[in-house]
């Protein structure tokens, strides 16, 4: 069936750059999302990318596609405390329910 | 900026018990999803709700739960006879076009 993997946890120095990897299978996919979780907090949209992409950015984060392996990967530079929460990775296809990875944990060190 | 709403944001009750969880959903949006999150766990999808009609459901969507949009602003997801295994948080999305916006979710406890 139709699944989406991350790693569980990453640890960064504040300043240093995050990345954050994802898998997914269904090769329908036609649109893959990030959201944030922050403690006790609901999903917030940080941003998405069209299968027909291979790169967006937007600001501080940066989303790279590589649909022949059915990965991508979110980059945060300079990374603040602030960003401490629970990276999503999502996938959406024609029928537009999503399917969520199990979430990263990203913890910032000052 | 618009966003979705949810109430309540917590809910206790006893196993059995009905439970009502409201959504208000942005207002030009057309489709609308429910999703949970169990303790730990996935987000997993449930149901997904269009023109009035249900468009897709999981297979954790059985005879328990069901959808309506009783006025032109409000989404429910009803449980009927609620079991300790439904304590989750759960999320309405709404959407107009390829993204859903989510709303900041009920924690569910059944005890």
């Known amino acids: 069936g139709e699944d989406v993997e991350q790693s569980l946890f990453l640890s960064v120095r504040e300043g240093d750059s995050s990345v954050i990897n994802c898998t997914y299978t269904?090769?329908?996919?036609?649109?893959l999302y990030w959201y944030k979780q922050e403690p006790g907090a609901g999903l917030q949209l940080l941003t998405y990318?069209?299968?027909?992409?291979d790169m967006k950015q937007d600001q501080r984060l940066t989303v790279l596609l590589n649909k022949k392996d059915k990965h991508l990967s979110l980059r945060i530079a300079d990374t603040q405390t602030g960003d401490s929460a629970i990276y999503f990775c999502a996938a959406g296809s024609g029928t537009y329910k999503y399917i969520f990875g199990t979430g990263t944990r990203l913890k910032v060190l000052a | 900026e618009p966003e979705v709403t949810q109430t309540p944001s917590h809910q206790v009750t006893q196993m059995g018990q009905e439970v009502i969880l409201r959504c208000v959903p942005i207002s030009n949006h057309l489709y609308f999803y429910w999703y949970r999150q169990i303790l730990g766990q996935k987000v997993e999808f449930l149901v997904s709700?269009?023109?009035?009609?249900?468009?897709?459901k999981s297979e954790i969507f059985d005879d328990q739960f069901s959808v309506e949009r009783p006025d032109g602003s409000n989404f429910t997801l009803k449980i009927r006879s609620t079991k300790l295994e439904d304590s989750a948080m759960y999320f309405c999305?709404?959407?107009?076009?390829?993204?859903?916006?989510f709303g900041p979710g009920t924690r569910l406890l059944v005890l």
């Open positions: 999305a709404s959407r107009v076009s390829e993204t859903q916006y």
């Open positions: 269904d090769s329908s996919s036609t649109y």
């Open positions: 709700f269009y023109n009035n009609e249900i468009s897709e």
């Open positions: 990318i069209f299968s027909n992409m």
